[in-house]
Structure formats: C-alpha cells, structure tokens
C-alpha cells in the first residue's frame, strides 16, 4: 500500500501518515462516551467467574504479533472480524504484510483508550 486518505480526505504516503490514518479511523469507531458506572457494577457484579491474578497480568501490556496471530489463525472462515467488511482469509493471505502494521494500530488505539481512562 503505496497511500491512503486519510479522514480530512487527503491522500498520506509516508509510513507514519498512513500508520496515524489508520489509527484515526480505528479510533472513530469506536468513540469515548460517558460510563454508567451504576450499570457497570451491577454487570461485573453479577458474574461469577473471574480470571486468575496469573490470567489477567497476562492480559496487561502491548499486544505481540505472536498474540495477534494466533487470533487470526484461529478465528473461524467466511466471516468478517471487524466492521471493514474484511474475511478472515484476506487477513491471513496478507499476515506477512498486514501483521507489523496492524500490531502498531491496535497497540496505539489501546494506548489511546488509556489516555482517556486517566
């Protein structure tokens, strides 16, 4: 992918033009909206499992290529993961290609989502 455009509609050719658009758009999907934190407790109170102290320190930190991975190689046929529309075969098609470029994207969307949980 030699350019895109980004949400302003003007066309980025650099690595990290393309890298931030895709950021942008990733993060416009899912905007920042206030929590109802009495539902929230009344959700996390009624489950009844929790992850182990082990588990969820797992669960902290960037995410790797090897991670992302294996999601992908795991993930069932003929359906689209996420809202681009996009199968699960065309991800694994391209890995080589896509895998470094979509580990920045998501770890920059979480890094992100944190700055507003601050």
Not at 85 to 101: A, I, N, Q
Request: aromatic content about 10%; glycine content about 4%.
């Amino acid at each position: 992918m030699s350019s895109i455009y980004d949400s302003s509609g003007a066309e980025v050719s650099s690595q990290k033009e393309i890298e931030q658009a895709h950021v942008d758009f990733c993060s416009s999907l899912f905007p920042e909206e206030p929590i109802d934190l009495n539902f929230q407790d009344d959700l996390l109170s009624s489950l009844s499992c929790q992850l182990s102290s082990h588990r969820s320190s797992l669960c902290e930190g960037a995410m790797t290529i090897d991670e992302i991975s294996f999601a992908v190689k795991n993930m069932n046929t003929n359906k689209s993961p996420g809202p681009d529309g996009l199968t699960v075969e065309f991800y694994r098609k391209f890995w080589d290609v896509l895998s470094p470029h979509l580990v920045c994207v998501y770890n920059a969307c979480f890094e992100a989502g944190e700055m507003y949980d601050k």
